[in-house]
Nanobody, 124 residues
Framework: QVQLVESGGGEVQAGGSLRLSCAAS????????MGWYRQAPGKQRELVAT???????NYLDSAKGRFTISRDNAKNTVYLQMNSLKPDDTAVYYC??????????????????WGKGTLVTVSS
């Protein structure tokens, strides 16, 4: 069974940095697409950053130039480096992975999973 565990959230002052991690465990053959989303209180969940299997990235306009999505395939871990944080970045951040897993009876299987979220609070 594949699970995602996020870490790295916390409280930081405006202008500071945090690096979020999302570690996937299970019979993972390959991480295909990956993404970070966030949901602020009273708001809908929004895309922050994604990267396709081909390496194409997409960022929320307000995150461009400040946030960077990356991965370590050997560790089945994806990251979101967040610099120059602003109070408006305060939210619960979720990772989302599209994975290829190995199933004994099926072989390779494509699935997607969400993490449970990690809270980022940016104080002014």
């Amino acid at each position: 069974q594949v699970q995602l565990v996020e870490s790295g959230g916390g409280e930081v002052q405006a202008g500071g940095s945090l690096r979020l991690s999302c570690a996937a465990s299970g019979n993972i053959f390959r991480i295909n697409e990956m993404g970070w989303y966030r949901q602020a209180p009273g708001k809908q969940r929004e895309l922050v950053a994604t990267e396709t299997s081909g390496g194409r990235t997409n960022y929320l306009d307000s995150a461009k130039g400040r946030f960077t999505i990356s991965r370590d395939n050997a560790k089945n871990t994806v990251y979101l480096q967040m610099n120059s944080l602003k109070p408006d970045d305060t939210a619960v951040y979720y990772c989302h992975l599209a994975l290829t897993v190995l199933s004994g009876s099926i072989g390779e299987q494509d699935i997607d999973r969400w993490g449970k979220g990690t809270l980022v609070t940016v104080s002014s």
